[in-house]
């Protein structure tokens, strides 16, 4: 069993090393809030009892409305989703996580079910204060992703406990694993080479094969912490108003990534021109000169 975030040294709080994250199978916060609040004698539903709920054959998450909890599970769900919430939780507001376990080949992380709705559904009612407002409050937590620093002796891109990124760009079963890479220079070479796949047969020299945005990625890219998933459907907010962000949800895809990838894959995933991007975004991501080079690489792959 694990403890809750130990209380750390003022200038080591913002440092993550892959030594200190939990990784117990199974890792139980019994001093976590589903345990003060439900009574200590209380027990996280087992794998059993989770998988008799599900209804459907693509794992959805399991909803516990009456113990306040939501349980992700399934062979794609990693425990570096969970260790993610255990690193964050002092830092911005996201689910708090009471566990995690392995069963089967699969993965359950057991956190707290957020009460709100997205600002996907909400933001079409939000006045412009609001609006203005939601758009501080995530640049706030942005920048405290930003704060974030890694060991200095072990600097990487890949997730946040040193195994293959999982951005939905690169990751599917025809795919090999994305990392983890040393530096931001080794990403964008296997980024180059992932278009190139099944070419070389065209090319007696597999470097001599052509790709026109290689150049144009910017290799001095800072490694910082990013969601890489940063969609309204993803923020969760109050239903009243002045609204406020209750929590960012769905950290599967996190990880250490170049820094200008939030602001790419944001872009990519909404309407383009739309007022969300053009209009709001910037206002809580620093805009990315090299966008329309970046764009190249998801589209090549397919997503």
């Known amino acids: 069993m ?6 750390v040294d003022v200038q080591e709080r913002h440092k993550i090393s892959v030594r200190t994250l939990p990784s117990e199978n199974p890792t139980i916060f019994k001093e976590s809030t589903f345990f003060t609040r439900n009574g200590p004698g209380t027990s996280l539903p ?24 939501l349980v992700k599970y399934g062979p794609n769900i990693t425990i570096a989703e969970g260790q ?27 956190q707290e079910l957020i009460e709100g709705v997205t600002l996907e559904k909400r933001w079409p009612e939000l006045s412009l204060e609001d609006r203005v407002s939601v758009c501080e409050q995530l640049k706030g937590m942005v920048g405290a992703l930003r704060s974030l620093r890694q060991d200095p002796e072990d600097r990487f891109l890949g ?15 025809t795919k ?18 992932m278009t190139k796949r099944g070419m070389e047969i065209h090319w007696p020299d597999p470097s001599l094969i052509p790709d026109p945005y290689r150049d144009l990625m910017p290799d001095n890219s800072l490694i910082t912490f990013t ?4 969609h309204p459907s993803n923020i969760m907010v109050s239903v009243e108003s002045p609204c406020k ?29 739309g007022e969300w991007a053009v209009e709001y975004i910037p206002r809580f991501l620093e805009v990315a000169e090299c966008l329309d080079s970046w764009c190249y690489y998801p589209q090549t792959l397919g997503y």
């Open 176 to 193: 090999p694993p994305a990392g983890p890479f040393t530096r931001v220079k080794a990403f964008h070479d296997w980024l180059s080479w």
């Open 227 to 230: 969601h890489a998933d940063l």
């Open 46 to 69: 087992s794998p059993i009892e989770v998988r008799s709920l599900q209804r459907t054959s693509n794992y959805r998450p399991i909803v516990f409305p009456s113990l306040g909890l």
């Open 159 to 173: 997730h946040i406990n040193r195994t293959p990124l999982l951005d939905i760009v690169f990751t599917d079963t």
């Open 84 to 110: 993610c919430l255990w690193v964050l939780r002092r830092l911005i507001p996201v689910p708090e996580v009471y566990g995690w376990c392995e069963d089967n080949g699969e993965v359950f992380i057991y």
């Open 2 to 7: 694990s403890s809750p975030n130990p209380k």
């Open 245 to 273: 962000v209750i929590a960012i949800i769905d950290w599967h895809q996190s990880g250490w990534y170049p820094d200008y990838w939030e602001y790419c894959k944001v872009l990519f995933t909404v309407e383009v021109g």
